[in-house]
Structures are given as C-alpha cells and as structure tokens.
C-alpha cells in the first residue's frame, strides 16, 4: 500500500490509517516486527501530538514517505552489527533520501559496543527494548532538540577496558550510578540516590521504598534536583543528566 503525503490521510503498508496535517512534522519507523512497530506508533502518536507516524517494515517503503516534514528515522537493528552489510545498505537509503533527518536505532540489547560503533557512524542514538518509557522518551526529545542518546556508554570507559568485563550486580551498578551523579552537579548524596532510582524508570512510591523514605521526602529531593538542573518535570531530569553525563552542552528537550 502507499502513502500519501500532504493529504489529509496516510496509510502505510500495514494498511493503517492516520489523519494528518499537510506540513505536520514527521516520524519514520522501520522496523520488521509487528508488535515492537506498532509498539512504538502508538508510544509516539501519545507523545507527539500533532506529528505524522509513519511505520514501514522495510527501506524498501521509503519512497512512499518522500515529500514528508521529516525529523527523525528510528530503524530495527533487528539483531544485526552495526557493521553488517544490510544495515549500510537502509542507513544508505535512508541518506539518499532524507539526509538532514537524524536516524536512531531500535535494539533488543544494551550493548556499550554497539553503541560506540553506532556513534562513530553518526547514529543519533540508541533506543534498548529494556528502556523504561519515561528515559526513552527523554531521549528521543533529547535527538528531536539536536542531542545524542547513547545511555549505554554511561559510566563506560572509553578505551574499552570494561567491554569484556563480568556483569556488575545491582548494588554495584547503583553505586557507580550514585557516583557519577554526585561528579554531575552538585547533588546532595540523598539525591544522588534518588537520581540513580529515577533513572531506572521507579516512580516516587518505589523510590520511597527502596530508599526507606516517605513520599513527601523523595518529592522534595525531586524538587531540589529539577531546580538544579533548571528541568521543569521527570523526562527533563533524566534528558539533561545524561546529556551532562556524554559530557555535552544541555539541551532542553522540549
């Protein structure tokens, strides 16, 4: 099926259809699995009221959204190295035809090595399936503003010396997270707790808990990092502290 742009309809080859603006901004979806594609849809068309959502199981498609207000390709990694053959080629046609649009991949895992190799290569970022919502959507307001989202590298030596090391548990993960963001900004140690909670997608009654807070105190420790990272609610939080985390200028990600 086919889409078209600047109607007030568009269908695409799963044969659904969405009511558009002709000049609205847009969203391309490439992704082979049904369920993570439609998945993603109906996450962006919540979040991103008024933009066009176009999903497409191939680059084959592509043609079908030419003409388009295109301001970000998210593309399945679908289990493929960075550095296969079929991922340059959907990069390559994705350049031809919309080469100022910024591409993100989708991977089902968390992999500091891809991460790396995807950044070199001017990906913009990378989304896990593992990511709870609030950080994803904060990163992709954070690519939508003009930054880069790699979470992945977060904490990851830079020359590559823990690529191969064990798995570190919860407990050390969370310390080094806790360390991290005191280095950030000038966060108490109690914040630097809550943060670390925060990042993990728990929200303020599992925060409590865990930290063996009540819920009035972890409300206003959240008060005191927005103010301190001048974010106006949680998805800023997480959008500036892990643009200051890659060592980058804040960008807001409304």
Not at 14 to 34: F, K, L, Q
Not at 40 to 64: F, Q
Request: hydrophobic share 45%.
């Amino acid at each position: 099926m086919q889409i078209f742009v600047g109607s007030t309809q568009v269908s695409d080859i799963t044969g659904t259809r969405r009511r558009i603006g002709r000049n609205a901004p847009t969203v391309i979806i490439i992704e082979n699995s049904t369920l993570a594609r439609t998945t993603v849809v109906k996450l962006l068309e919540r979040e991103l009221a008024g933009w066009n959502v176009i999903d497409l199981i191939s680059t084959e498609s592509l043609d079908s959204a030419l003409g388009a207000e295109v301001r970000l390709i998210v593309l399945g990694l679908a289990g493929r190295s960075v550095e296969s053959t079929s991922l340059r080629d959907d990069l390559a046609a994705i350049a031809a035809r919309f080469p100022e649009a910024p591409v993100t991949l989708l991977s089902g895992t968390d992999d500091a090595i891809i991460a790396r190799q995807a950044l070199k290569m001017g990906i913009r970022g990378l989304f896990s399936t593992s990511l709870p919502i609030d950080i994803a959507l904060a990163g992709l307001r954070l690519v939508l503003a003009g930054g880069t989202f790699f979470p992945q590298l977060l904490g990851a030596g830079t020359n590559g010396s823990n690529e191969h090391s064990p798995a570190r548990n919860e407990a050390e993960k969370s310390l080094d997270d806790r360390t991290q963001y005191l280095a950030i900004a000038d966060f108490t140690p109690r914040e630097a707790d809550v943060l670390a909670e925060l990042q993990c997608g728990c929200s303020n009654k599992v925060i409590a808990g865990k930290l063996n807070l009540s819920g009035h105190t972890v409300k206003m420790h959240l008060q005191h990092i927005m103010r301190k990272l001048q974010a106006q609610n949680r998805t800023e939080v997480v959008a500036r502290l892990i643009q200051r985390a890659a060592g980058g200028p804040d960008v807001s990600p409304g």
